[in-house]
């Protein structure tokens, strides 16, 4: 169990389980590197997607994409998924199976009679599984808001009869693409310095050294103004290149979100929804990573980054990913 997650930018759902998958950076190119699918298919390794990120059009013996970009607060039509599930006549069998699969939202429950019938009668050697309920129920109440738990109480009972199918053999892992914060404040720095500024991947940032100067002032003064800590510009670079030409880039707190918007109060009151989309740095903005099964000792592995995922899968399956941008973490000792 890694004590955090430090994920991508931007630190979105998509873009997160792309970069489950391919252990590279979100970008133009992303979709097309090597993806843990791929160097599955190419080495005779049967797998599966269940409502995966990126999963339409791979080599992916049995997959269940979820529509492309799908917004989390959003209902999904079943049939949406459906008329992209491969192979072809997969949901009429899954519906024979477990009458009352086939219905008019696809949910998490969906996901996961899918995922038992792929299990028990098809047995691929690599699956993957998405549940989103828990998100979407966070964007439209609050992150840990009663409903949300509620939806994790059935998570859990989903995960449990998932593992309760699987074979004594497989290693299990439970992962998440990003954290989330409560928007219970929004910091207009535009609107505060009259002058403007960017907002990208939850960090304000600017290209002149003067306006640099100003949030570095503004962000001595206990948190007032919404500005927390500046962000290294290596750091930055790193995660996102898109925004390398700044010369300084600012966070706010947590549950304070940035916005571009110059109209407004300079600090004023958010949303009070759950929110994502923030830099992956931020102080208490991790996700997940539990690994389970065969060879894993039960001990803590202090914090990973989110690139560490692909690899490790992929070693855990005896394959390679040499494009991966981080180390697996493979055998666990």
């Known amino acids: 169990m890694a004590s955090g997650v430090v994920g991508v930018a931007p630190s979105e759902t998509w873009e997160s389980g792309i970069a489950m998958m391919t ?13 843990l699918w791929n160097a599955a298919s190419r080495s005779g390794i049967r ?9 339409e059009g791979g080599p992916i013996d049995f997959s269940f994409p979820p529509p492309l970009q799908a917004h989390r607060s959003e209902n999904v039509q079943f049939d949406d998924v459906a008329r992209k599930a491969a192979p072809t006549g997969i949901v009429d069998g899954i519906e024979k199976s477990s009458p009352g699969f086939q219905k008019t939202l696809w949910t998490d429950t969906s996901a996961e009679t899918a995922v038992l019938y792929l299990l028990r009668t098809e047995k691929p050697d690599l699956l993957l599984i998405g549940f989103t309920d828990v998100e979407t129920e966070q964007v439209e109440t609050r992150m840990i808001s009663v409903y949300a738990r509620q939806i994790l109480e059935d998570e859990d009972d989903r995960i449990g009869q998932i593992l309760a199918t699987v074979s004594p053999d497989t290693v299990v892992a439970l992962v998440s693409g990003h954290g989330f914060e409560n928007e219970d404040y929004v910091v207009r720095a535009g609107a505060l310095l009259k ?26 003064d206990g948190h007032q103004h919404g500005i927390a800590r500046e962000v290294p510009m290596a750091e930055v670079r790193a995660k996102a290149p898109a925004i390398s030409g700044w010369v300084a880039a600012f966070d706010t707190p ?3 979100v940035a916005s571009a918007d110059d109209k407004g109060p300079a600090l004023g009151p958010g949303s009070h ?24 000792p039960a001990r803590r592995i202090g914090e990973i980054d989110l690139l560490q995922f692909a690899p490790t899968f992929a070693a855990i399956v005896g394959i390679e990913l040499p494009l991966a941008k981080a180390k697996s973490l493979w055998p666990l000792q």
């Open 23 to 35: 252990g590279t950076p979100p970008g133009p190119e992303a979709g097309s590197l090597s993806s």
């Open 195 to 220: 002058t403007p500024v960017e907002v990208q991947d939850g960090l304000i940032g600017t290209k002149s050294i003067t306006v640099a100067e100003r949030l570095r002032a503004l962000m001595k």
């Open 47 to 55: 797998t599966a997607a269940v409502y995966w990120p990126g999963a």
């Open 254 to 256: 947590t549950n304070f």
């Open 273 to 296: 929804l759950a929110v994502s989309g923030l830099w992956p740095g931020r102080p208490g903005y991790r996700s997940v990573f539990i690994l389970a099964g065969p060879g894993v």
